[in-house]
Nanobody, 121 residues
Framework: QLVESGGGLVQAGGSLRLSCAASGRTFSSYNKGWFRQAPGKEREFVAAIIWNGASTSYADSVKGRFTISRDNAKNTVYLQMNSLKPEDTAVYYC????????????????WGQGTQVTVSS
């Protein structure tokens, strides 16, 4: 099970840190991703990190502003979001997969329930 937390309401230019804690399974060896879905839009890729943290990937829209990281000892992946914009408003989901890694939703077999991020202008 994957459980996201850390969402909330923030003003444009502000920061939030999302967490995704895993339980019931050893997700520490899984590749992880963050996706987001705004109202009326498709779920889109945000960032991904390989199981040991050696490689990361970002959507162009968040490069330089968001940072994905993980602490395998805590079975948790993080998404530090800085310089937030109103267009970052969405439900953010974490995802995990034991083998695949990248920017496609189909790569990930395990998903959390999401956490709402709202950025006001």
């Amino acid at each position: 099970q994957l459980v996201e937390s850390g969402g909330g309401l923030v003003q444009a230019g502000g920061s939030l840190r999302l967490s995704c804690a895993a339980s019931g399974r050893t997700f520490s060896s899984y590749n992880k991703g963050w996706f987001r879905q705004a109202p009326g839009k498709e779920r889109e890729f945000v960032a991904a990190i390989i199981w040991n943290g050696a490689s990361t990937s970002y959507a162009d829209s968040v490069k330089g502003r968001f940072t994905i990281s993980r602490d395998n000892a805590k079975n948790t992946v993080y998404l530090q979001m800085n310089s937030l914009k109103p267009e970052d408003t969405a439900v953010y989901y974490c995802a995990a997969d034991p083998l695949r890694y990248g920017n496609r939703r189909s790569f990930y077999d395990y998903w959390g329930q999401g956490t709402q991020v709202t950025v006001s202008s």
